[in-house]
């Protein structure tokens, strides 16, 4: 699940070593007293856990190392039976990276507690003193959450979420050779189509729409924009800002328009310079191609329209795949004299989970439509439409739809080796 969208009321821990706790105890008791816990703990530990006394009486288990396929989702699954949870009302809590893959296979909510790596939980955070502040987060009115995702998740009282969240770092190895002058940032995560989180990642929507269609003013999206631009420029005063040119061939400047609206009125206003980056050649769409060929189709694609001696360029772009694209954008800025490149993007891609899609029919008698995140052309907001429209016109406000796939994610479907026969 997105663990900022849903309300998550059992949390299970995958445990540190005892031996590594002993310093954090006070961490351990404000984190246990927020919701019902379940520990699993490294084998044979869990007469120590048990005996610290914990507030909220945590359900302690020893790690069962039997399982030899997903023993992780066989542990995590032992855990929500203890606490009688379901996937969609719990958080899991890990430490271990490269447990990852496996994590995101549960579809419970994903908070990684030490440092992010490519695939990224729905939340990370640097140790069990803000993972305490983040399970806080969730239970008042400021849930914790990748600032751009925060940000553009608009429930019914067309409200976002929140206004805050976490900017997050990337290191594309396409940019390896440019690192002592650039950086790229992302404000939130980018689901394709296959990733069984893409239908319900408002970002993503908002993002896929931007793409697609002709003079769209998302308010949500230049308010993130804007927000962020102003988060930089007070760390490292920014000099111009500009985005990846749209390709000649492209009727079309969604990116520069979504900046126009993100700098309307603020500060920062005078520094847009959107024919700073300019396309040299016209290249194909990346997404059609392999990672090779988006190398090759981007190279010596892109040229400065003047010297930007000393500046700090500001470029964005929409999406951050391999990171191709911004690499040869920045070496354009770079070799025009710019000191310095920062890259924004609105959603980093993640690779595909596999998960099963679910998808909630919609309820008029006879008609055949699933219903989509729509939006509202009004004021921007967003909620469910039957995939039919204009055929069939029903809608449902964000919660309705949101709750009844969420309920189609149990324990049950978590397949472990119990359940296989051989
Ligand atoms: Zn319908």
């Known amino acids: 699940m997105l663990v900022e969208v849903n309300a998550p009321r059992f949390v299970i821990v995958v445990a540190p070593p005892a031996s590594e706790t002993a310093a954090n105890l006070d961490s351990w008791h404000q984190l246990t007293g927020l919701m019902r816990f379940a520990i699993l703990t490294r084998p044979g530990e869990s007469m120590w856990w048990s005996s610290q006394s914990l507030p909220g ?58 440092r992010p790596t490519d695939r990224l939980p729905d939340y990370f955070v640097k140790d069990l003193p ?27 009282r067309g409200r976002p979420l929140a206004s805050r969240g976490k900017i997050f770092p990337r290191f594309p190895q396409a940019m390896a050779d440019l690192s002592s002058r650039t950086s790229v940032r992302a404000l939130g995560r980018y689901f394709a189509k296959a990733d069984a989180r893409a239908k319900k990642h ?37 000099t111009a800002i500009t985005r990846v040119p749209p390709r000649p061939s492209a009727t079309i400047d969604n990116l520069g328009t979504l900046l126009t609206d993100a700098l309307h009125g603020r500060p920062l206003a005078p520094f847009l310079e959107l024919a700073l980056l300019q396309s040299a050649r016209d290249r194909e769409k990346q997404r059609d191609l392999s990672a090779v060929d988006r190398e090759a189709n981007v190279a010596g ?43 924004i993007v609105l959603g980093a891609d993640q690779n595909a989970l596999a998960a099963p899609h679910y998808a909630r029919l ?61």
């Open 202 to 238: 408002q970002l993503t929507a908002r993002i896929l729409r931007l793409k697609r269609q002709v003079h769209v003013h998302d308010r949500y999206l230049a308010s993130v924009v804007g927000g962020a631009l102003d988060h930089i420029h007070q760390r490292q005063a920014l």
């Open 130 to 156: 803000e993972a305490v502040a983040a399970v806080r987060g969730l239970r008042s009115n400021s849930p914790p959450g990748y600032f751009g995702e925060v940000a553009t998740t608009v429930i019914s």
């Open 362 to 422: 919609c309820v008029r008698p006879g008609c055949t439509g699933v219903m989509r995140i729509r939006f509202n052309s009004g004021n921007n907001g967003c909620f469910w439409g039957c995939s039919e429209f204009p055929d069939c016109g029903r809608t449902a406000v964000w919660e309705t739809v949101l709750n009844a796939l969420n309920e189609q994610n149990s324990r049950d479907q978590l397949i472990t080796e119990g359940d296989i026969s051989f």
């Open 57 to 114: 009486s945590p359900v302690v288990i020893d790690w069962d190392t039997a399982p030899f396929l997903s023993p992780l989702q066989a542990n995590v699954k032992a855990a929500l039976e203890a606490l009688d949870a379901q996937p969609y009302e719990s958080i899991l809590l890990f430490y271990d990276a490269d447990d990852i893959q496996e994590a995101l296979a549960t579809r419970l909510g994903t908070i990684l507690i030490g």
């Open 301 to 343: 694609a892109f040229e400065c329209s003047h010297l930007c001696d000393g500046a700090h360029v500001l470029l964005f772009d929409d999406v951050l795949t391999t990171g191709n694209t911004a690499a040869e954008c920045a070496r354009a800025l770079l070799r025009s004299g710019a000191s310095r490149v920062t890259v």
